[in-house]
């Protein structure tokens, strides 16, 4: 699976040469398939060839497209202006909802994500500070190993190195088997549709990060409350700012490490599970959670047929046996 | 060709016509005897739930389920595939039994199980067509994309070739009742090597089904959810197609008694104590099983809260409790009690699958109980498919050799 998304993800590379060099996996000697082959053949991607025997790794271990970007969200600066909603609205050319973005009256309960809004901006209260409510930003997560994408099989969905997850509506035929496994509840489904229903959710603004500009919810941010950047730049900033304002925050960058890691990080001065956070998933992808399964696989297809051939073969054995016994005290009688 | 040729071909038709599929009647007969309460009943639920289904397809799921954001899945995946498929393993259960392991005395019932099979994932796909977005893309899986770390898509795979599968295996039974000797003897020749597919496709897909649910573990309850759950999905089908094979014998026996002969008819109150007795030691193991899972993760303290004794109830009430029965019977040798426990075996995997795909999922939403309540309409549309999966049934049973045995045709 691993090796397929980064073949997948390769193939869909913007930017090739700038990044190719750090997301090419190395492929071993035997390692060399179609795509490999086709290198030698006087396409670019030769030098995966090349790789010295110390890079060749029995084990592999997927830790994520090493240069994808992410988001910190600091709901310690969000003031709950919903500039990102309307943003966000604009930039994917969705509807327009009922209420307008200045409308405050929409915090009176907790909304959530559908297939005509890709991110909302929920009220909570702050037991700290009851004046200051909490606000926070609800979108896809953009896990570094997504549930999706294990779920789906028709591999509609895919993880770009850019770090966005993305969904191919060509491909998915609605079982919404991603929905049941996000473990965040991102993606929707517009029911409505009879013909061309399909799932709806941010894609990080994909189109707007190839031609280099940031996604529109954090663009429109006029607190700074989102900061867009490469992952591994923004754990440092929220570590930083935990280590400067240890009286801010509570010392948790969520999305670190939940369901193996997420591109989007959150900072908070409130624990993560009163805003509705999941708090109760495993740090690892939860994609580990059906390989050891799915490993049986081989063996039931090599084991079954050799057992249940034998014990087969055993009962016919023995019948035939039986079959020999009963003629010969047959013939036995007939003698007599 | 003169005229004659061609009169004489529309008899023959006619002659095979009335013969094959009219039960040797005319069409005024065959009419007549169409109209029973059962067909009554059927007809009006057909009437309410047929214009359903056209009503899902033209205007979206949204018409006719409460399916939403959270709630993706309802009782079109809940009762028709996750249930129906445990419950249709009766055909690779009984085909092993017989050709495999040689339990040769169960031939009355192998036929019938492998066809309760057959027409179960027929309907478990019907069910998975109505759910579907883009039900016409359903091949998919097998040509589009390859989600090969996806649980579903070896359940897709699996799915399709088993019926396939179970296809073959039930063919000499048409083939039969087409007088068609020499494909049947080929469709013959392969019965142990679909058996044997049908072992390996079946103990895999079944557990994958509860595979599937290992991917939401935070939002599953910690009661339903457990790494054991592959094998308690595997190991209560087993039980559970032993006790449909009892439940589906005892209604033919019961309702389309002309359809079977004496053999079926002599044999089934032993055959259905051994049933019963396999039945029961399956349903022991499970609930076992059901106890180390708890063990497992240390769940006990949950058992206390309201979540924990619908579980109790669940694996007491709707495992223990037939499983108790289904002993009382065998041990007393009254084949009555060992027929109540199965259907209730039966009821209790029901249970289970729906207590894993709908109640237990999304557990920690608030007002949880209150939307998993389905609709009337996605009732009417799970009636609809039940019905015609009934009469489907019976339309079989009343015309080829299944409860009964072809007389020139008895090696199978």
Redesign the interface.
């Known amino acids: 699976m691993t090796q397929e998304r980064q073949e997948k993800g390769a193939g869909g590379l913007q930017h090739g040469g700038r990044r190719s060099d750090s997301t090419d996996q190395p492929h071993g000697p035997c390692g060399i398939n179609r795509r490999g082959f086709l290198g030698v053949m006087g396409a670019v991607s030769g030098s995966a060839l090349l790789a010295s025997a110390a890079e060749v790794h029995a084990y592999k271990q997927f830790e994520g497209w090493p240069d994808r970007y992410g988001m910190l969200s600091d709901l310690t600066a969000c003031v709950g202006c919903r500039s990102c909603e309307r943003a966000c609205n604009e930039a994917n050319g969705l509807p327009k909802p009922k209420k307008s973005f200045d409308d405050g009256s929409v915090f009176a309960e907790l909304r959530r994500t559908d297939d005509k809004t890709y991110t909302v901006v929920n009220r909570y209260e702050n037991p700290g500070d009851p004046g200051t409510p909490v606000y926070r930003k609800v979108q896809c997560m953009h896990c570094n190993e997504p549930a999706c994408a294990t779920a789906c099989p028709i591999h509609a969905y895919s993880k770009t190195p850019e770090g966005a997850v993305m969904y191919d509506p060509d491909k998915c035929f609605g079982c919404r088997y991603c929905m049941v496994a996000c473990p965040f509840g991102i993606p929707t489904y517009d029911y409505e549709s009879a013909f061309q229903p399909r799932i709806y959710k941010c894609v990080l603004c994909y189109d707007r990060l190839k031609v280099g500009q940031i996604p529109a919810c954090a663009q429109g941010c006029p607190t700074e409350a989102i900061t867009f950047g490469k992952r591994s730049d923004l754990l440092r900033l929220a570590r930083e700012r935990i280590l400067e304002h240890p009286d801010r925050y509570i010392d948790h960058i969520y999305g670190e490490h939940e369901a193996g890691g997420t591109s989007w990080l959150y900072l908070s001065s409130v624990p993560f599970g009163q805003l509705d956070f999941p708090t109760n998933l495993p740090d690892r992808p939860l994609v580990e959670e059906t390989k050891g399964f799915l490993s049986s696989v081989p063996v039931v297809f090599t084991v079954w047929p050799a057992l249940f051939g034998m014990i087969y073969a055993s009962v016919r054995h023995r019948d035939a046996l039986q079959e020999e016994l009963k003629q010969e005290q047959e013939k036995e009688e007939e003698r007599q | 060709m003169n005229h004659h040729e061609t009169a004489v071909k529309t008899d023959n038709f006619r002659a095979w016509f009335m013969d094959k599929l009219l039960m040797g009647m005319d069409w005024p007969d065959y009419m007549r005897q169409l109209i029973t309460p059962f067909n009554i009943i059927a007809a009006i639920i057909l009437s309410i739930g047929l214009p359903l289904i056209a009503i899902r ?6 018409s006719v ?1 409460h ?4 709630y ?2 309802g009782i079109f995946l809940g009762w028709g595939l996750f249930g129906g498929v445990p419950l249709s393993a009766t055909g690779f259960v009984l085909a ?1 039994a017989y ?4 339990f040769k005395k169960y031939k009355p019932l192998v036929r019938l199980a492998v066809l309760a099979g057959f027409l179960g994932y027929l309907f478990a796909v019907i069910y998975l067509l109505c ?5 016409w ?2 091949y ?2 097998m040509i ?13 795979w699996h799915v399709a070739t088993y019926l396939t599968v179970q296809f073959l295996e039930f063919s000499p039974a048409i083939l039969e009742w087409l007088q068609s000797k020499r494909i049947r003897k080929w469709a013959l020749s392969i019965t ?1 090597a679909m058996t ?1 597919a049908g ?2 496709l079946s ?2 897909h079944q ?2 089904l509860g ?2 649910f ?6 599953m309850h910690p009661l339903w959810y457990s ?1 054991y759950l ?1 094998v308690l999905f595997l190991c209560s089908s087993i039980y559970a197609a032993l006790s449909m094979v009892i439940v589906v014998s005892t209604l033919a026996a019961r309702f389309l008694k002309k359809a079977a002969d004496q053999t079926f008819l002599s044999n089934l109150n032993p055959l259905t104590l051994g049933l019963g007795r396999g039945a029961s030691l399956t349903m022991y193991v499970y609930f076992v099983l059901k106890l180390i899972s708890v063990a497992h993760d240390n769940n006990w303290a949950l058992l206390a809260t309201p979540y924990g004794q619908w579980f109790l109830l669940e694996i007491v009430g709707f495992v223990l409790l037939p499983a108790l029965i289904l002993s009382l019977g065998v041990k007393t040798g009254r084949v009555g009690i060992v027929r109540l426990g199965a259907f209730a075996g039966a009821l209790g995997i029901v249970v289970n699958r729906i207590n894993v795909s709908m109640v237990a ?1 999304n557990w920690n939403l608030p007002d949880h109980l209150h939307h998993i309540v389905p609709p009337w309409q996605e009732v009417a549309i799970v009636l609809a498919i039940a019905t015609i999966h009934v009469l489907v049934f019976r339309w079989i049973l009343m015309r080829m050799p299944v409860i009964r045995e072809a007389p020139e045709y008895t090696d199978h």
């Open positions: 397809f033209i205007y979206g799921l949204a389920t399916a939403s954001q959270d993706p899945w092993t050709y495999i392991f040689g759910d579907l977005g883009r039900p893309r359903i998919y899986p589009i994309g390859f989600g090969t770390a996806s649980v579903l898509f070896l359940v897709a142990i044997i072992i390996i103990t895999l557990s994958a595979a599937m290992l991917l939401a573990p935070g939002k790494s592959p999922l």
